[in-house]
């Protein structure tokens, strides 16, 4: 009986060193992950911010074209920034819900801008003999314009949220 009095200190004391080292183990593996992914967060971001700007430059230098002509003019998008980002899956747990919504929004508009220009692209080189040739154009220019206006409405707002997280981030150490 003796001996259980004298070694229950030393198990009490190994016990809780063991407890309080997992412990501190789990924090610091936890405070890795989430430098790791904040890390992660600035270099998707600072790509993503990027592209959408090179992608607004191209849509401002483009909708003269479609204003003034018939025919318009056809523009590269980018999506490389976002299509690496989304590889994983898991750029909502990286950047937040609601960011990736909003950047999702702009790459939606942007696709189906790209969907259309290589329709119309298309049909630039189709035979002037298919039936209704003209009214696809103008519908194509149509859903171009629009696109591009809502694409250029919709930019500074994606930029600002990016530019806040960015803020936040370089906050966090």
Known sequence: MDLI??????LIATLTGVF???LGAM????????ASKRKR????????????????????????????TSYGKSFYISTIAR???????????IIGYELADIIENQYSILLRLTYYVNLMTKLWFAPDS?????????????????GLQEGIEYHPY???????????????K
């Open 20 to 22: 309080v080292g997992g």
């Open 41 to 68: 967060a600035r270099i998707i971001l600072h790509n993503i911010y990027g592209e959408l700007e090179d992608n607004f430059y191209a849509l401002e230098g483009a909708k003269p074209a479609y204003e003034n």
């Open 83 to 93: 299509q690496t980002a989304t590889t994983g899956g898991d750029l909502p747990d």
């Open 130 to 146: 298919i039936i209704g040739k003209k009214e696809m154009q103008e519908g194509f220019r149509q859903h171009i314009m629009n």
């Open 5 to 10: 009095y004298d070694a229950l200190p030393e």
């Open 27 to 34: 924090y610091i593996e936890r405070q890795r992950e989430l």
């Open 158 to 172: 994606v930029i600002q949220k990016i530019s806040q997280t960015q803020k936040a981030l370089k906050q966090i």
